[in-house]
């Protein structure tokens, strides 16, 4: 029971970790943003470029708004990781704008975009790695594939390359940049994905090997 109640104990922490992870990715790259940033991004920035709040709450609204489509879709109420996913990136994304000073030549932008495309895919290596419920835009992806008919790739495509175009013609950063991390954020988060496993799996079967001494029953010696 102890050790089934530790091993929840340690996804849940990997989970939680690894979405503030790929919050902070984001928000680097929305500081380098003279490349452009993420798809989803995009949008979200483009719509508080023109209706206020924030960039995190855009991305709660969004995710909000999806997860409410593909729970009457499919029938079903949302996972509880799909529900922190939408909260806490949003929640983080906003903190770590907050904190963050945007760079001031392009050379840095350059570098502070590509730190934040890496630690994206770390990110979300971490958080999946776990498996505690999809977020709500892969969610989407897969309700798009069930409707349509559609492969999965064709579906995340279509997808990612429809709320691009809407958040350009919101006025949001679309770049080369924007064109990268969708082509290449799936290719990266397939090395660091299985690195996050063999992680996950390394620190369960220590916190295995620790139970098994604090309950080895203890020998009494008569020099003792």
């Known amino acids: 029971m102890r050790k089934t ?22 928000s680097l790259t929305i ?9 989803w991004d995009v949008f979200h920035y483009g719509l508080y470029e023109q209706l206020g709040l924030t960039i995190g709450s855009w991305s709660i609204i969004a995710g909000i708004t999806i997860v409410v489509a593909t729970s009457i879709f499919y029938r079903q109420l949302p996972k509880l990781g799909t529900i ?3 909260i806490l990136i949003g929640v983080f994304i906003d903190i770590f704008n907050w904190m963050l000073v945007e760079p001031e030549t392009l050379a840095m932008q350059i570098t502070v975009f590509a730190l934040g495309t890496l630690i994206m895919a770390f990110g979300i290596g971490i958080y999946v790695a776990p498996d505690l419920g999809a977020g709500p835009r892969d969610s989407f992806m897969l309700m798009l594939s069930d409707v349509l008919g559609w492969k ?4 995340r495509n279509v997808m990612e390359v429809s709320v691009a175009v809407l958040g350009w013609l919101l006025q949001g950063p679309v770049g080369v940049g924007t064109v990268f991390i969708a082509l290449m954020l799936g290719t990266m988060v397939g090395y660091s994905l299985p690195m996050a496993k063999r992680l996950l799996k390394f620190f369960m079967k220590k916190g295995e090997k620790n139970e098994n001494i604090d309950q080895r029953t203890l020998r009494s010696y008569d020099n003792d």
């Open 5 to 26: 109640m530790d091993n929840k104990k340690l996804r849940w922490s990997f989970f939680t970790i690894g979405l503030i992870i790929l919050a902070f990715g984001i």
């Open 84 to 86: 922190l996913n939408m």
């Open 152 to 155: 999965i790739s064709t579906s």
């Open 31 to 39: 500081q380098g943003r003279a490349l452009g940033i993420g798809p």
